[in-house]
Protein backbone atom coordinates (compact mmCIF):
# COMPACT_ATOMS: atom_id res chain seq x y z
CA UNK A 1 0.00 0.00 0.00
CA UNK A 2 1.51 3.51 -1.03
CA UNK A 3 0.73 6.43 1.35
CA UNK A 4 0.74 9.79 -0.53
CA UNK A 5 1.76 12.68 1.56
CA UNK A 6 0.54 16.50 0.23
CA UNK A 7 3.57 18.79 0.23
CA UNK A 8 2.39 21.13 2.91
CA UNK A 9 3.48 24.48 1.24
CA UNK A 10 1.06 24.30 -1.70
CA UNK A 11 0.01 27.44 -4.16
CA UNK A 12 -2.58 30.03 -3.34
CA UNK A 13 -3.86 30.08 -6.51
CA UNK A 14 -2.50 30.77 -9.84
CA UNK A 15 -3.80 33.22 -11.40
CA UNK A 16 -6.84 36.23 -9.91
CA UNK A 17 -9.47 36.98 -11.91
CA UNK A 18 -11.84 39.78 -11.78
CA UNK A 19 -14.88 40.28 -13.74
CA UNK A 20 -13.42 38.07 -16.41
CA UNK A 21 -9.83 40.32 -16.93
CA UNK A 22 -6.70 38.82 -15.28
CA UNK A 23 -5.85 41.33 -12.48
CA UNK A 24 -3.51 39.24 -10.52
CA UNK A 25 -0.13 36.64 -11.28
CA UNK A 26 0.05 35.61 -7.59
CA UNK A 27 3.41 33.55 -8.76
CA UNK A 28 5.09 36.57 -10.43
CA UNK A 29 3.60 39.40 -7.91
CA UNK A 30 2.62 41.26 -10.84
CA UNK A 31 -0.08 44.17 -10.33
CA UNK A 32 -1.60 44.82 -13.88
CA UNK A 33 -2.24 48.42 -14.83
CA UNK A 34 -5.21 50.52 -13.94
CA UNK A 35 -5.61 48.03 -10.33
CA UNK A 36 -4.85 49.61 -6.74
CA UNK A 37 -4.10 45.68 -5.39
CA UNK A 38 -0.82 46.36 -4.12
CA UNK A 39 -0.27 44.44 -1.54
CA UNK A 40 2.03 40.91 -1.29
CA UNK A 41 0.09 37.73 -2.10
CA UNK A 42 1.12 36.28 0.91
CA UNK A 43 -1.39 39.30 3.11
CA UNK A 44 -4.26 39.94 0.90
CA UNK A 45 -5.87 43.12 2.95
CA UNK A 46 -8.96 45.18 2.40
CA UNK A 47 -8.38 45.87 -0.89
CA UNK A 48 -8.04 42.84 -2.90
CA UNK A 49 -11.36 41.58 -4.32
CA UNK A 50 -13.26 38.89 -1.70
CA UNK A 51 -12.77 36.27 -4.22
CA UNK A 52 -8.71 36.57 -3.85
CA UNK A 53 -8.76 36.86 -0.20
CA UNK A 54 -11.54 33.73 0.16
CA UNK A 55 -9.19 31.84 -1.86
CA UNK A 56 -6.12 32.71 0.18
CA UNK A 57 -8.19 31.80 3.62
CA UNK A 58 -9.18 28.61 2.32
CA UNK A 59 -5.54 27.73 1.11
CA UNK A 60 -3.93 28.82 4.28
CA UNK A 61 -6.55 26.37 6.22
CA UNK A 62 -6.14 23.55 3.61
CA UNK A 63 -2.02 23.59 4.26
CA UNK A 64 -2.69 23.57 8.24
CA UNK A 65 -4.50 20.49 7.97
CA UNK A 66 -2.25 19.11 5.48
CA UNK A 67 0.38 19.52 7.92
CA UNK A 68 -1.26 18.04 10.52
CA UNK A 69 -1.64 14.91 8.86
CA UNK A 70 1.79 14.79 8.11
CA UNK A 71 2.18 14.92 12.03
CA UNK A 72 -0.05 12.43 12.76
CA UNK A 73 1.25 10.15 10.70
CA UNK A 74 5.01 11.09 12.23
CA UNK A 75 4.14 10.44 15.60
CA UNK A 76 2.34 7.09 15.12
CA UNK A 77 5.07 5.86 12.38
CA UNK A 78 7.19 6.81 15.70
CA UNK A 79 5.46 4.58 18.40
CA UNK A 80 5.16 1.97 15.87
CA UNK A 81 9.23 2.27 15.21
CA UNK A 82 9.14 2.48 11.85
CA UNK A 83 9.62 6.67 11.26
CA UNK A 84 9.33 7.35 7.64
CA UNK A 85 12.07 9.40 5.89
CA UNK A 86 11.20 12.93 4.25
CA UNK A 87 9.76 11.39 1.25
CA UNK A 88 6.36 12.26 -0.24
CA UNK A 89 5.24 8.91 -0.16
CA UNK A 90 5.42 6.15 2.74
CA UNK A 91 5.29 2.22 1.56
CA UNK A 92 3.05 0.41 4.52
CA UNK A 93 1.94 -3.42 4.26
CA UNK A 94 -1.75 -4.23 5.40
CA UNK A 95 -0.78 -5.34 8.94
CA UNK A 96 0.46 -1.79 9.51
CA UNK A 97 -2.24 0.02 8.24
CA UNK A 98 -4.74 -1.60 9.91
CA UNK A 99 -2.49 -1.24 13.38
CA UNK A 100 -2.21 2.83 12.24
CA UNK A 101 -5.94 3.15 12.19
CA UNK A 102 -6.25 0.99 15.30
CA UNK A 103 -4.11 3.79 17.37
CA UNK A 104 -6.15 6.13 15.63
CA UNK A 105 -9.29 4.71 16.68
CA UNK A 106 -8.22 4.15 20.09
CA UNK A 107 -6.96 8.12 20.37
CA UNK A 108 -10.37 9.39 18.87
CA UNK A 109 -12.63 7.14 21.21
CA UNK A 110 -10.65 8.04 24.22
CA UNK A 111 -10.98 7.53 27.80
CA UNK A 112 -13.20 8.55 30.78
CA UNK A 113 -16.15 10.80 30.66
CA UNK A 114 -19.40 9.91 32.65
CA UNK A 115 -19.44 5.78 32.72
CA UNK A 116 -15.17 6.26 32.48
CA UNK A 117 -15.73 4.25 28.73
CA UNK A 118 -14.51 6.90 26.72
CA UNK A 119 -16.29 8.27 23.80
CA UNK A 120 -18.46 11.43 23.64
CA UNK A 121 -17.93 13.90 26.76
CA UNK A 122 -14.81 11.75 27.46
CA UNK A 123 -11.23 13.25 28.99
CA UNK A 124 -9.17 15.57 27.50
CA UNK A 125 -6.20 13.13 27.69
CA UNK A 126 -4.52 12.10 25.02
CA UNK A 127 -2.22 9.05 24.22
CA UNK A 128 1.21 9.29 24.62
CA UNK A 129 1.98 9.58 21.02
CA UNK A 130 -0.36 11.96 20.36
CA UNK A 131 0.49 14.56 23.62
CA UNK A 132 3.03 15.71 20.71
CA UNK A 133 0.40 17.11 18.14
CA UNK A 134 -0.32 20.58 19.34
CA UNK A 135 -1.08 21.73 22.73
CA UNK A 136 -1.55 17.63 23.72
CA UNK A 137 -5.21 17.62 24.71
CA UNK A 138 -8.35 16.80 23.50
CA UNK A 139 -10.27 19.94 24.73
CA UNK A 140 -7.67 22.25 23.88
CA UNK A 141 -8.54 24.71 21.79
CA UNK A 142 -6.21 23.02 18.89
CA UNK A 143 -8.35 19.97 20.04
CA UNK A 144 -10.77 19.68 17.65
CA UNK A 145 -8.86 20.61 14.52
CA UNK A 146 -6.18 17.95 15.80
CA UNK A 147 -9.14 15.36 15.75
CA UNK A 148 -10.07 16.46 12.37
CA UNK A 149 -6.72 15.55 11.03
CA UNK A 150 -6.91 12.03 13.08
CA UNK A 151 -9.74 11.44 11.22
CA UNK A 152 -8.53 12.26 7.65
CA UNK A 153 -5.16 10.02 8.50
CA UNK A 154 -7.50 7.26 9.40
CA UNK A 155 -8.59 7.55 5.66
CA UNK A 156 -5.74 7.67 4.38
CA UNK A 157 -4.42 4.44 5.74
CA UNK A 158 -7.65 2.26 4.71
CA UNK A 159 -9.66 3.25 7.67
CA UNK A 160 -10.04 -0.61 8.47
CA UNK A 161 -8.58 -1.23 11.97
CA UNK A 162 -7.64 -4.84 13.55
CA UNK A 163 -10.05 -7.73 14.30
CA UNK A 164 -10.38 -8.78 17.47
CA UNK A 165 -7.94 -11.33 17.08
CA UNK A 166 -4.94 -9.19 15.60
CA UNK A 167 -5.70 -6.30 18.78
CA UNK A 168 -4.48 -9.02 20.92
CA UNK A 169 -1.25 -9.51 19.59
CA UNK A 170 -1.13 -5.81 19.01
CA UNK A 171 -1.96 -4.63 22.55
CA UNK A 172 -0.02 -7.46 24.06
CA UNK A 173 3.10 -6.80 21.72
CA UNK A 174 3.04 -2.94 20.61
CA UNK A 175 0.59 -0.87 23.19
CA UNK A 176 2.35 0.88 25.86
CA UNK A 177 1.73 0.23 29.51
CA UNK A 178 0.46 4.24 29.80
CA UNK A 179 -1.99 3.64 26.98
CA UNK A 180 -3.57 0.66 27.59
CA UNK A 181 -6.35 2.31 29.15
CA UNK A 182 -7.41 3.54 25.68
CA UNK A 183 -7.19 0.15 23.93
CA UNK A 184 -9.45 -0.80 27.06
CA UNK A 185 -12.41 1.14 26.32
CA UNK A 186 -12.05 0.76 22.78
CA UNK A 187 -12.08 -2.87 23.24
CA UNK A 188 -15.19 -2.77 25.41
CA UNK A 189 -16.86 -0.53 23.19
CA UNK A 190 -16.82 -2.84 20.31
CA UNK A 191 -17.77 -5.83 22.93
CA UNK A 192 -20.50 -3.64 23.78
CA UNK A 193 -21.95 -2.92 19.89
CA UNK A 194 -20.78 -6.57 19.00
CA UNK A 195 -24.46 -8.61 17.69
CA UNK A 196 -23.23 -12.00 18.20
CA UNK A 197 -21.53 -13.59 21.84
CA UNK A 198 -18.48 -14.96 20.15
CA UNK A 199 -17.61 -11.51 18.93
CA UNK A 200 -18.28 -9.66 22.10
CA UNK A 201 -16.45 -12.52 24.06
CA UNK A 202 -13.48 -11.59 21.15
CA UNK A 203 -13.23 -8.06 22.34
CA UNK A 204 -13.61 -8.99 25.89
CA UNK A 205 -10.31 -11.00 25.87
CA UNK A 206 -9.04 -7.99 23.71
CA UNK A 207 -10.20 -5.74 26.67
CA UNK A 208 -8.63 -8.08 29.27
CA UNK A 209 -5.42 -8.26 27.66
CA UNK A 210 -5.07 -4.35 27.88
CA UNK A 211 -5.56 -4.94 31.68
CA UNK A 212 -2.65 -6.93 31.82
CA UNK A 213 0.09 -5.25 29.91
CA UNK A 214 -1.68 -1.93 31.72
CA UNK A 215 0.62 0.08 34.37
CA UNK A 216 -0.37 -0.64 38.48
CA UNK A 217 -2.08 2.51 38.68
CA UNK A 218 -4.53 1.49 35.68
CA UNK A 219 -4.41 -1.81 36.99
CA UNK A 220 -6.25 -0.98 40.21
CA UNK A 221 -8.54 1.65 39.07
CA UNK A 222 -10.07 -0.88 36.38
CA UNK A 223 -9.94 -4.24 38.56
CA UNK A 224 -12.93 -3.80 40.33
CA UNK A 225 -14.70 -2.31 37.90
CA UNK A 226 -13.90 -5.15 35.65
CA UNK A 227 -15.58 -7.76 37.21
CA UNK A 228 -18.62 -5.77 37.26
CA UNK A 229 -18.44 -5.55 32.82
Not at 75 to 95: C, F, H, K, S, W
Not at 170 to 177: E, I, K, L, R, S
Request: hydrophobic share 35%.
Amino acid sequence: MKIEITPTEITVTQRAHLNGQLVLDLDSRQVYPGKVIKRDASDPGPEWPDFVREEKIAADAYRRKQSRIGAVIGAVMDYLGRQPDVTPEIQVNETTSRQVVTLLDMELHGIGGHRKLGGPGGSTCRMSWATRLGKGRKQATDGPAWDEALKATREVFGGTPCNADEAVLFVAGTVMPEDCEWALCWALKHATEATVPTEAHAWMEVARCALREGDDAFRKRWEYRFTAL
